[in-house]
Structures are given as C-alpha cells and as structure tokens.
C-alpha cells in the first residue's frame, strides 16, 4: 500500500501534544513530508527516537506529491496561512483545519477553500472513542429514541458542540441559553434541531468531567449508574495514557486503529493524561477517514464557523436563537454560508 504524504504547518503545543504523536503511531501508513513554521526548530520527541527539524519555507515543498496538509497554528494566522497555500498546486489536496477555523472578523478566507479538493475540520472530539461507542450504541437503539444529554465539565464551547452535534445528527441549533450560576459556574442548555435537549456545566475540567445520555428506554454514561438498560462506559488507562474502554465492566475488543495505536504510543506524550492521550487516538481516525467521501466523522467548516459564532453570540448575549429552512438547514446557517465569502 502506498503511504500518503502529510504537510504540517505549525509546530506549537497541539501539534507536539496530539498531532505529532497521532501521525507517529500511522507511520505505516503516512509519511511526514515535512514541518512548516515560521522559523525553524529542532524537535526532539519521545525520548529522542523521534528527531525532527521544521522548515520556515513553503517553496521547499513538493506540493503535487502531497495528499493532506494539516494546519495547526494560532488562530489569528490561519488567513495568512491559507493565502500563502492558495498560490500553490492544490487542487488535489485534502485540507485539515482546527476549530474554530477561522478568527470571527476574517471569515473572508473561506474563499481560499474553493483552492483545495476537499476541507475539513480537525475536531478530534467528535472521535474521542468514549462518544464513538456512545454513538454505535445509540445506533443500535439500545437506549431508544435520544431525549437528553448532560456535560458536567466535560464540554467546552465549540468543542460540546461538535461532539453534541455528532452524537445527535442534529443539523442545526434552535437555541442556546446561557446562564451565570455563580462562583465561577455557567450553564448552556443548548436546544437542537431533532428536539434533544442538552446541558453544559462549565468551566470545563476533565478530571472530573462526566457525561450522561438519556434516551426513552435506556441511559448511557461514563461513571456507574443503577437501573434498567444502564450502559456504563469507562476509559482504562495505564501510566495516564489511554489504553482501551469497558461498557459495564467488560472490555471491549480492539478495532484495527485500536490495535496500531496500543501498538504505537509513545510512553513519554508531552503532555501524559488521559485526556490528551484520548484526543491522540481520535485525531488518528479523522486522519485516517480524511479521504473517505463517506466518513463518520466528516466536520464541514461551514458547520465549525456555525458553532463557533453561535457560541460566542450565546456568551456575550446570555443567548442565541436561530430558525429552521427546509428539512435540515437554518436561516443563520444560510446566512452565514451565503456572506462569508464577503466578510
């Protein structure tokens, strides 16, 4: 099998902590073509068996032998970045971006998109593999028709969103409310397009974070529950890096990702916890399905820049309203769709 050409640009705390060590364990399957930052450094990861020199020089790269380009770098530089690429051969090109895509006052560069084959949003909570076996349950109709979900300090902005999104299929948000408890705590309660009701607890701290997902007939969370058609799903771990899950105390079996990432993983992650360690094996499934036209984790940015915005209008207002149009599209999502292009 042919390996598939990576380009990453960036090579700050998310690119050492989640990305570099994703695209470590599928060495098999893709190879580094190289780093771009803005000067160059020398990288020396995992205990030094992995030494690597970025390059501050885009001319350096063969672009036509490329298959993906990741962008990981501050949000503020992303316009500048997408400029730089668009004058390049593209075309062909899979892109990757990290939420929230773009800064609020330039979503002008959407226009650099129509540059590549195909844009993405790198959102690896929407594969974090705690919601993946999450989702295949709720699939499965183990817990019925989807009714309610609560994040208590297991969601952040964004991020809850995408993950909700994901775990719901909803389209669009009807609403979000948010609300100062105090001390230092909010609460969002985020109603969706399919009628599923959601409760975020902030500040996030995954320490301590959980979640719980109510369906008509069943519950599905990551700490024990007693009663009828429980479903408990709970990460195991070893020196604070993940290493599998169990539902209701029975370990489940190793997918072929699975497998490549507990044979892979580097012990020494710069940043060694679970949470980290679970956004590693994610961010190998969103590289993986990269290419796939299909993919369970497809994140469009149009969907990204939607999330973000309804955020921060909920943050500064106390709250966010939008309407349906159609079968699955809003009025602030065709909004946004049909100005960006203009900002």
């Known amino acids: 099998m042919n390996k598939k050409n990576i ?8 690119a050492q902590s989640v990305i570099l060590p994703a695209l470590y364990c599928l060495k098999d399957s893709f190879d580094l073509t190289a780093i771009y930052s803005r000067s160059i450094k020398n990288l020396s990861m995992f205990n030094d068996s992995w030494k690597l020199t970025t390059i501050n020089d885009l001319g350096k790269i063969d672009f036509t032998k490329l298959d993906l380009i990741i962008i990981a770098v501050t949000l503020d530089a992303v316009p500048e970045i997408l400029q730089k690429l668009s004058s390049y051969p593209v075309e062909h090109i899979t892109l990757m971006i990290d939420t929230p895509v773009l800064p609020h006052n330039k979503l002008g560069a959407i226009k650099y998109f129509s540059s590549f084959k195909k844009v993405l949003i790198s959102e690896d909570s929407i594969a974090l ?7 295949r349950l709720m699939n499965e109709g183990r817990i019925g028709l989807l009714r309610c979900i609560y994040l208590w300090h297991s969601g952040y902005k964004f991020h809850a969103l995408a993950s909700i999104k994901y775990l719901t299929g909803a389209s669009y948000i009807k609403s979000i409310r948010s609300r100062n408890l105090g001390n230092g705590i909010f609460e969002k309660t985020i109603k969706l397009s399919n009628g599923v009701i959601v409760h975020v607890l902030e500040p996030r701290d995954y320490s301590v974070g959980r979640f719980l997902i109510i369906g008509e007939s069943g519950l599905i969370a990551d700490y024990p529950l007693l009663g009828h058609n429980s479903y408990y799903i709970d990460c195991v771990e070893k020196n604070n ?9 029975i370990l489940q079996p190793e997918d072929f990702l699975d497998k490549i990432y507990s044979d892979n993983i580097p012990g020494d992650l710069s940043a060694r916890n679970l949470r980290t360690s679970l956004k590693v094996r994610g961010f190998m499934s969103l590289v993986t399905a990269a290419g796939e036209e299909n993919s369970l984790y497809r994140y469009e940015p149009i969907a990204g820049l939607y999330d973000m915005l309804a955020i921060k209008i909920a943050d500064k207002f106390g709250y966010f309203r939008d309407f349906p149009l159609g079968v699955n599209n809003s009025i602030f999502g065709l909004l946004l769709k049909t100005l960006s292009p203009f900002l």
Not at 7 to 14: D, M, V
Not at 129 to 135: G, H, I, N, R, S
Request: net charge positive; glycine share 12%.
């Open 129 to 135: 593999p705690q919601y993946v076996l999450a989702k």
């Open 7 to 14: 380009l990453l640009i960036g090579s700050g705390r998310r």
């Open 241 to 249: 890096i993940y290493s599998g899950l169990m539902l209701n105390n």
